[in-house]
């Protein structure tokens, strides 16, 4: 039998090819990282239970291959994810510029409560930064999202940015279940209240 | 995995082949943000069949990890239900739970957030999560919320919401498309695939469209004719007067989207025509697959989790896309075969059972339609907004279906008891001579593939064990060309959960070995004499939706005591007949209707084993509570949460009573508990022991399951007993005896 757990949340890792989105997931169920780059077909999924205020939360996280010859696939498990992290490739402007058009993809597919952040990638590779970090924050804050940069290999922020998405993620259903009662559940959801909440610990990095 | 693909507007239906590729080619390459041409099949196709299979696999991994969600959440729904069932007030004079009177004399009262009904402070709870001001929701009203956290149903503002695409066609082993293969794995068109489902339910839950298989699928694991737990809650909660105070438009079109979304809707149509807005927390596959905007359900306040005539209407082919899309991953249907005959026949390549008539020709197009699984779900979608009268389904067109569509659908279900159809009598009596069985061939049984097995009768410890060792050449049943085969036993007659024992699943193979030995306890010479021992092989499935491959069944009678027989028979697929003629009883096989009229008149409420033993050492009687096998269900789930009593009559005050632990949704617990009794030997021979089983529940008085009492003035098995106690000092004697309900022992 599985463990128990309180809640399953469902996550979805999507950003250009090689980002380094596989990475990040492995680095954040299996704290380890593989520098050889092996082309995520189509998709695929790992499980990592965390707790958070108490509660057991099951996270299962999706990666899905950034080649656009798997979008359809990949397109497909939007709609299934709480959370979604966007993720770009610091010393790759293009895949940063991507964004934009991954952010797009989100509205189109995902479910429109769908909680977001911005991973800048590849931050160990400082010598090689195409994309300042200014820049990334400025780009989530024009979105409401939040931001933070990552190493995978060098396992930086790595569990900070599952672990804010999932509180995100946990901020709005307990807002949602306990606060609306009897208003209409699906309200909109104010992103910008819900950032300022919670994640102080990650705040100097948005503003 | 098409089914949020093909997103939003008019033409998400469209097909795809030409279309899309003319659009396709217009679309620069790599940030072809897609509006609503859908392009992607196009994408899709480039995709090589290793690729594709490295990604079913995946799926096939979330979808094992999601029916355990589905468990999960099952059993969270069940909880909840069964508060729901105890409440014991009306809500205004007395709380809602605890039936306490409220007001000035009574309890302090408060009102529930979100039922609006009347609790007492106890059964309150209180909560401020951030608000002004505290509320307070009554016990159930909160459990209800917890519910919706716990499932992702405040997420997709309905449960369950997964949303995994279904397997892609693999083009050298996927066997959806190919014609011809369809032809060689479905020989028979009247393979009567329905059987696992028709022992459970009534014809009316046959006539649903394809959920209901679902269901019938997987029934041992939870509908077993008690309760299909989810699907009919809603009109649990129609009953208790939840919420269902008013058929408002919402509540109504909820219901109409139930009834388009196959399975809830037949659910809710066979069993709460009266229903309200409460939500359908139905946590079938079939919408767990559609985008989250289908999966919204009439919400729980109608106002809540309402949703719109449009999300309605969307959804609904959405559902039935993704009925189809089950299908779409196992083996084809036969009903692919555009020869009409075939069409009233259940549709055996699915795990479904038939749908009604009219799916045929859905289904038949989807077929046709070939790889691109959207376009199934599309035309079933549109042939069924037809019969449904058109996006608006107005209600009373809805309705109207409702009832024309359960006629329609009987006969299919109904074929199942009343007349032995082709198949079946095709099929020589195999258990006749199970030796010849061994021999024994035929097109369909072979292809269901062949079941070694041993059983072997202990008459000292009144046991019989059942060694599945394994089975060879199964018919694949998932889209793999495997199967995930488990074997499940039976004791006909009887009820079905408490002799139900099953091996372990086996994963993707079709030649499984379990090696596995199954015991029932407590059998004695008469159950041999009269039972049946009924041995199927399963395809367990994602989403509990497990598929019956083939049984066979073992009249027990012919065992003989204390020697093992070794059986390698094919597997044959048995429609219970009620009435099967002179052969039924001929062949010795228990036909399962007839057997359960047999059964219900001896009323088994289980069986017990008592040890009684009068120590000289310590001075007193130590009885010894080992197990109980097969009691009586008594819980919605299925399952009892039973317990054992034991009273020492008369004159022994409180010493007299002891009680076992709770043993939690079992029919066969097992106890292993001893109580002490401070008594002369002497004084012993005037006593009786009362034994009673009961079944546990929280909030309310619990149920009494059976009982036997133990004395010098019962008679026959207990009187023996007793005596052989009184007279065998320091000796353990263990027998079984039989539970009887209350009359039998007040009459004793």
């Known amino acids: ?207 | 995995m098409t089914d949020t693909v093909f997103g939003s507007s008019t033409d998400r239906w469209m097909c795809p082949n030409d279309r899309a590729m003319s659009l396709r080619a217009k679309v620069p390459a790599g940030w072809s943000v897609r509006g609503n041409q859908p392009e992607r099949p196009r994408t899709q196709e480039e995709l090589t069949d290793e690729e594709k299979e490295i990604i079913n696999r995946v799926i096939a991994r979330a979808e094992k990890m999601e029916e355990m969600e589905q468990e999960r959440i099952g059993r969270l729904m069940n909880r909840l239900e069964d508060m729901r069932r105890s409440v014991a007030g009306d809500g205004v004079s007395r709380c809602i739970l605890c039936g306490e009177q409220l007001g000035l004399l009574g309890s302090a009262c408060v009102v529930c957030e979100d039922c609006k009904k009347n609790v007492c402070t106890k059964c309150g709870i209180e909560t401020t999560n951030s608000r002004p001001h505290s509320i307070w929701l009554c016990k159930i009203c909160s459990e209800q919320r917890e519910v919706w956290k716990r499932s992702g149903a405040w997420f997709f503002k309905g449960l369950p919401k997964q949303v995994l695409p279904q397997p892609m066609p693999v083009s050298k082993s996927k066997p959806p498309q190919a014609p011809s293969e369809l032809a060689s794995s479905e020989p028979s068109a009247q393979d009567p695939k329905l059987y696992s489902r028709t022992q459970s339910r009534g014809p009316a839950d046959a006539g649903l469209p394809t959920e209901q298989d679902s269901y019938g699928g997987s029934e041992e694991k939870r509908a077993t004719g008690r309760k299909p737990v989810k699907a009919r809650e809603p009109s649990h909660d129609a009953e208790r007067g939840y919420s269902s105070e008013e058929e408002s438009p919402a509540a109504y079109r909820g219901r109409k989207g139930m009834r388009q979304r196959p399975e809830a809707g037949g659910e809710a149509v066979a069993t709460a025509p009266g229903r309200g807005s409460y939500p359908a927390l139905s946590r079938k596959p079939s919408e767990a697959r559609m985008g989250p905007s289908g999966g919204e359900y009439a919400g729980g306040e109608p106002d809540r989790w309402e949703y719109s005539a449009d999300s309605e209407v969307s959804r609904s082919p959405g559902g039935v896309k993704r009925a189809n899309s089950v299908q779409g991953s196992r083996p084809p249907p036969p009903a692919a075969s555009p020869s009409p005959a075939a069409q009233p026949a259940p549709p055996a390549g699915s795990r479904q059972g038939p749908g009604p008539g009219g799916r045929f020709p859905e289904r038949q197009v989807s077929q046709l339609m070939g790889p691109l699984q959207a376009e199934p779900g599309y035309s079933a979608g549109a042939a069924r907004d037809e019969r449904g009268g058109g996006g608006g389904y107005p209600g009373a067109v809805a309705r109207e279906e409702r009832t024309a569509r359960q006629p329609a659908a009987y006969p299919q279900a109904a074929a199942v008891p009343v007349p032995p159809t082709p198949a079946r009598q095709q099929q020589p009596p195999q258990d006749e001579e199970e030796d010849e069985a061994n021999s024994y061939d035929s097109d369909e049984a072979t292809t269901l593939g062949t079941l070694e097995f041993s059983l072997l009768y202990d008459q000292d410890n009144s046991s019989l064990q059942c060694t599945l060792i394994k089975a060879k050449g199964l018919k694949p049943m998932d889209s793999n060309g495997l199967a995930d085969p488990y074997v499940k036993l039976h004791l006909l007659p009887g009820a079905s959960k408490s002799n139900k024992l099953r091996t372990k699943t086996l994963r993707n193979t079709r030649n499984p070995v379990w090696n596995e030995t199954l015991v029932y306890h407590g059998i004695t010479d008469e159950d041999m004499q009269r039972k049946t021992l009924r041995i199927s092989v399963c395809d367990e499935d994602k989403f509990g939706h497990n598929e019956f491959i083939g049984e066979t069944r073992f009249s027990l009678k012919k065992l003989k005591p204390n020697q093992k027989k070794n059986f390698n028979i094919c597997l044959e697929r048995v429609i219970p007949m009620k009435r099967a003629g002179t052969t039924g009883s001929a062949r010795g096989m228990a036909l399962y209707e007839e057997e359960v009229e047999r059964g219900s008149e001896v009323d088994e409420r289980g069986k017990i084993l008592v040890s009684l033993m009068y120590s000289t050492q310590q001075g007193g009687l130590i009885v010894g509570i080992v197990r109980c096998v097969h009691l009586a269900a008594m819980d919605a789930n299925g399952y009892s949460d039973p317990f054992v009593k034991l009273w020492l009559k008369p004159d022994m005050g409180k010493k007299a009573k002891h009680k076992t632990q709770i043993k939690k949704k079992t029919l066969n617990p097992e106890f292993n508990e001893e109580f002490f009794y401070d008594i002369k030997h002497s004084d012993l021979a005037k006593k009786s022991l009362d034994i009673s089983v009961w079944d546990y529940d929280i909030g309310k008085s619990n149920d009494y399951i059976g009982g036997c009492q133990l004395g010098i003035t019962a008679k026959g098995e207990r009187l023996k007993h007793w005596y052989e106690c009184l007279k065998n000092k320091d000796q353990k004697i263990e027998r079984w005896h039989t539970l009887q309900n209350e009359n039998h022992i007040a009459s004793d």
């Open chain 1, 1 to 207: 039998m599985a463990k128990t757990y309180d809640y399953l949340f469902k996550l979805l890792l999507i950003g250009d090819s090689g980002v380094g989105k596989t990475c990040l997931l492995f680095r954040f169920s299996e704290d380890a990282f593989n520098t050889t780059f092996i082309s995520t077909i189509g998709i695929d999924f790992k499980i990592r239970t965390i707790e958070l205020d108490g509660k057991k939360i099951k996270l299962q996280i999706w990666d899905t291959a950034g080649q656009e010859r798997f979008r359809t696939i990949t397109t497909a498990y939007y709609r299934g994810a709480m959370g979604i992290m966007l993720v770009y490739d610091i010393t790759n402007e293009k895949s940063f510029d991507n964004i934009k058009n991954w952010i797009r993809n989100i509205e189109e597919h995902a479910s429109s409560d769908v909680e977001r952040m911005i991973l800048g990638n590849k931050c160990d590779m400082n010598e090689k930064r195409q994309v300042s970090k200014e820049k990334g924050e400025k780009l989530a804050i024009d979105y409401g999202i939040k931001f933070l940069e990552t190493s995978a290999k060098s396992s930086i922020n790595v569990e900070e940015a599952f672990f804010t998405l999932a509180r995100d993620i946990m901020t709005k259903l307990n807002r949602k279940m306990n606060d609306n009662s009897s208003s209409g559940a699906g309200g909109p959801v104010k992103i910008t209240e819900n950032r300022s909440k919670k994640s102080s610990f990650f705040r100097c990095t948005l503003l």
